[in-house]
């Protein structure tokens, strides 16, 4: 896929997200639509005895990520729920407080389908997740293990960065015109 | 009910919610655990295109009701989900950001059963929804018509103030000691 010039020239920070509600995964990559920069990822642990603590620690964790690498963009995996209610509710539960934190930042929020991602990352709409994790490590060339959550995350993020905001459904939230994010 | 002396003397404001993904029902009341005034409610209609936007609705809807009415305690309904686990995937979302909400304002958050509810509100743990409602209209003294989801966001505000904090299952968020309130 070529992109324009204009997405090919300019770099862009971009955090994905994988919800949980055990684990939130979390990964950031600078992207220009063809090179892929490894920044950081790291999974936040939801242990907590409560509901709202939980939702408390996914919030302020990725507002502290947001806070520590200021990314211009989130992308989170559009979820098709087929397991039971509850289990849905938990990970609603999760998804709402991580999908709050980004867009009260003033931040862009694109939603992908799994299929946009595994195309993206793999080129295969129907590849296995093993095969997602490996190519994100190759992709990002990326020495140290990665957690699949965090992994998870990247591929979102990469599937952003890929797909450079013109192709899959993009989900934009309206961006507050006075928040300033300080990048070089 | 006898509550202790400390919890009759002393009026607490309370913040009810009943997230939704298509309405938030929010009621704000001063109880001393005996009687029980009525401040405010309002529907945070969450109309608009995209997830992250509705999700940016209900969490500005909350902070802004929690900015004006200053309470000092949160109750929202504890809900068991028995029906598609799509319905309760976007029942989770709002419920995050609504809980995400009101934790990030340093606010204890409880939750309390349907049948907690009902018996507080109405003395019956079976009874109907429109027995609540009609109970929440007249231990306010309320004469305007409330809409369904703040009835019940009154309802959940009425359980915790009858309870008094002491009863019910209590979920309360660690409050972090640098956030002040202004209340009289």
Redesign the interface.
């Known amino acids: 896929m070529v992109l324009p010039l204009s997405q090919r020239e300019r770099k862009v920070r971009i955090l994905g997200i994988d919800p949980g509600s055990i684990v939130t995964g979390c990964g950031v990559i600078d992207s220009d639509g063809m090179r892929n920069i490894y920044i950081a990822s790291k999974p936040i642990r939801v242990q907590a005895e409560?509901?709202?603590?939980r939702?408390?620690l996914?919030?302020?964790g990725i507002t502290s990520v947001i806070h520590q690498y200021q990314p211009e963009a989130v992308a989170v995996e559009k979820?098709f729920?087929?397991?039971?209610?509850?289990?849905?509710?938990?990970?609603?539960?999760?998804?709402?407080?991580?999908?709050?934190?980004?867009?009260?930042q003033g931040l862009?929020?694109s939603?992908y389908t799994p299929r946009h991602i595994k195309q993206a990352v793999v080129g295969k709409g129907n590849a296995s997740k093993e095969q997602v994790q490996h190519m994100v490590r190759v992709l990002l060339n990326c020495q140290q293990n990665l957690q699949a959550d965090e992994a998870d995350a990247l591929a979102v993020a990469l599937s952003h960065g890929h797909i450079g905001g013109t192709l899959g459904r993009i989900?934009?939230?309206?961006r507050p015109t006075a928040h300033k994010r300080k990048r070089r």
């Open positions: 409560t509901l709202p603590e939702l408390k996914v919030f302020e979820v729920v087929n397991r039971n209610a509850d289990s849905a509710l938990k990970l609603g539960q999760a998804r709402g407080a991580a999908i709050a934190a980004a867009v009260t862009p929020v939603e989900v934009e939230s309206s």
